[in-house]
């Protein structure tokens, strides 16, 4: 005979379980678009370097660097952090690199300020000699050399498609020949109405099929990874030129 009492009391710690992982997704998720946090200068000061970039300092710019080492990149190679903040991922990558091999590219100078004075050691900064650029257009031909890696961690998810392929058509002039560039995004199954302007905490979305229209329309082939364990479930997609 079933006991109601027993049945009813898992019943209950099952969907105790499934609320508190309902809840924790998109409790999660919502940090990356929060436009009640101000814009620029105003925001950074508001909530801080580290948590301006999207908070989970260690673990988002941990899994960049591993990932991109998967993906080939060396020492000796040039590597271009667009959209590079306040070094979240450039603290490990500026060692790992050559002197002088790590650029690192933003709009906010007082982003890539705290990242030097607060994080990255006075040392490795001295003797890496890490590049950096603040410009608001996408300016990768300031750096005169060939990039051989790129990646935009978070960065399309908060621009529309206008600067989307504004980043790429510079891009594409400065990638070396067997180069390639990631990107990550917010991937809809539909096209999504996405504001008109850029905001750093707002919520851009697009489906893969229009990645792949971004590049193609420039010059790139787009390589659809998807899953690359990101915490809040942003997908990445390679391109590379043509």
């Not at 960049?64 to 080939?72: D, L, V, W």
């Not at 229209?213 to 997908?235: A, C, E, V």
Request: with cysteine.
């Amino acid at each position: 005979m079933i006991n109601p009492t027993k049945v009813n009391g898992v019943k209950n710690e099952v969907l105790k379980k499934l609320k508190h992982l309902v809840t924790g997704r998109f409790s999660r998720a919502s940090t990356d678009h929060q436009p009640n946090i101000a814009h620029g200068m105003a925001g950074i000061s508001q909530v801080g370097h580290r948590n301006y970039v999207g908070g989970l300092w260690e673990e988002i710019g941990q899994l960049q660097f591993r990932y991109m080492i998967g993906e080939g990149l060396k020492p000796g190679h040039y590597f271009l952090d667009v959209a590079c903040g306040s070094l979240r991922a450039g603290i490990l990558f500026i060692p790992y690199l050559e002197t002088g091999h790590y650029l690192g590219i933003d709009k906010e100078q007082s982003l890539i300020d705290a990242g030097i004075n607060a994080e990255l050691s006075q040392n490795v900064y001295e003797q890496k000699k890490p590049r950096f650029l603040v410009s608001e257009d996408f300016e990768f031909d300031k750096f005169g050399v060939k990039v051989d890696f790129a990646l935009a961690q978070s960065l399309f998810t908060h621009l529309p498609p206008s600067l989307i392929l504004q980043c790429l058509a510079k891009l594409r002039g400065v990638i070396a020949k067997q180069g390639a560039f990631y990107a990550t995004f917010w991937e809809v199954d539909n096209p999504h109405k996405n504001p008109d302007k850029p905001h750093d905490h707002g919520y851009f979305a697009y489906t893969k099929e229009q990645m792949g229209d971004f590049g193609n329309s420039l010059g790139w082939t787009m390589d659809y990874i998807g899953d690359w364990r990101h915490p809040r479930g942003q997908k990445i997609v390679r391109y590379r030129p043509t």
